[in-house]
């Protein structure tokens, strides 16, 4: 089956900074690779995703960009601010109705 | 924020009593999902269904039970058999179409087992 690795497991920068995240995943077929962001006591909420057909794409100050050969796809988000501190998960699906599998998590604290 | 529920936010029980979570959803999705969340282990599956009348294990399903007898709604009962409950679950649920599509978590429960 799938398996999701997710690296690194905690991150800290400064606010204004750039965060990278990345993720790899084992199973060739996974075409759906969306991220999630946790805050504290709260559901997670998608933020981007992307599929297969695209390399990269962006929204605002967050994009994702996928490697399909090497497998791994990672989330940067530019001009960190205070609150973009939350747990981010990666994910990765390769068909409609079937469930996501995700990554551990990762902390990202941005500090002013 | 709304679609879909879980109920009750907090939960409490003595260990060797079976516990039902409530998963509601009116977002007509056909597929929904329970996850268990601990800290540093991300989001683990314990079931999930399709369509009504159907569901599957995931990875993490021994000690849990599940019935889908409504598209609506897809109770996760945690019963004594479940080692190590205390934990905070989420239900998702998703649009079935020909891509995947996103999937919306629920606020979670949050149960403590003593």
């Known amino acids: 089956g799938e398996n999701v690795e997710q690296h690194p497991s905690t991150l800290s920068v400064q606010e204004g900074d750039s965060a990278v995240i990345k993720c790899t995943y084992s199973?060739?077929?996974?075409?759906?690779f969306p991220w999630y962001k946790q805050e504290l006591g709260k559901r997670p909420q998608l933020i981007i995703d992307?599929?297969?057909?695209?390399g990269e794409k962006k929204d605002q100050r967050i994009a994702v960009t996928l490697n399909k050969t090497a497998k791994h796809f990672s989330l940067h988000i530019t001009e960190t601010q205070p609150e973009d501190s939350a747990v981010y998960f990666c994910?990765?699906?390769?068909?409609?109705?079937?469930?996501?599998?995700f990554g551990k998590g990762t902390t990202l604290s941005v500090s002013s | 924020d709304g679609g879909i529920t879980q109920s009750p936010k907090y939960l409490f029980r003595k260990e060797g009593q079976n516990v039902t979570l409530s998963c509601e959803q009116n977002?007509?999705?056909?597929?929904m999902y329970w996850y268990r969340q601990d800290p540093g282990q991300g989001l683990r599956l314990i079931y999930y269904?399709?369509?009504?009348?159907?569901?599957q294990k995931g990875d993490i399903a021994e000690g849990y039970s599940v019935s889908r007898e409504k598209k609506e709604s897809f109770p996760l009962t945690v019963t004594s058999a479940q080692k190590n409950p205390t934990a905070f679950y989420l239900c998702?649920?998703?649009?079935?179409?020909?891509?995947?599509?996103?999937?919306?978590f629920g606020p979670g429960t949050r149960l403590t087992v003593t």
């Open positions: 992307i599929r297969s057909n695209v």
């Open positions: 998702a649920s998703q649009f079935r179409g020909g891509h995947v599509y996103e999937q919306y």
């Open positions: 269904s399709q369509i009504v009348n159907d569901f």
């Open positions: 994910a990765a699906s390769y068909q409609a109705g079937t469930a996501l599998i």
């Open positions: 977002l007509n999705h056909d597929a």
């Open positions: 199973d060739s077929a996974s075409n759906y």
